[in-house]
Nanobody
């Protein structure tokens, strides 16, 4: 059974940092791409970041313009485990953050929002100004 579990969300003041983690399990094949998308109340989903997990160590990553230079996605430790280091957080970053496994298509931050992807329950990030 496919399962994605996110953790690490919370409340932080503007300028602060949080680190989200995601563990994906239950896949019968090697996962090639994982990432994050977010959704704030009343807004559409926004792809945040993606990483080629099948090319571990190559550092092939993609970011939304809104988070470039502030967020870093990485793959560390166990297989199918990714992290999102979020620095210089702003109130606009407040949202529910979801980890996603790409089911098909190109590995990009924008494709993390595809409705056919696998994703978890999400973890809430709240940034107060």
């Amino acid at each position: 059974q496919v399962r994605l579990v996110e953790s690490g969300g919370g409340s932080v003041q503007a300028g602060g940092s949080l680190r989200l983690s995601c563990v994906a399990s239950g896949f019968a094949y090697r996962v090639s791409c994982m990432g994050w998308f977010r959704q704030a109340p009343g807004k559409e989903r926004e792809g945040v970041a993606a990483i080629y997990t099948i090319y571990r160590g190559t550092g092939i990553t993609y970011y939304a313009d809104s988070v470039k230079g502030r967020f870093t996605i990485s793959q560390e430790g166990a297989e199918n485990t990714v992290y999102l280091q979020m620095n210089s957080l702003q109130s606009e970053d407040t949202a529910m953050y979801y980890c996603a496994v790409l089911k098909s298509g190109r590995c990009l931050s924008t494709t993390m929002t595809r409705p056919d992807n696998y994703w978890g329950q999400g973890t809430q990030v709240t940034v107060s100004s």
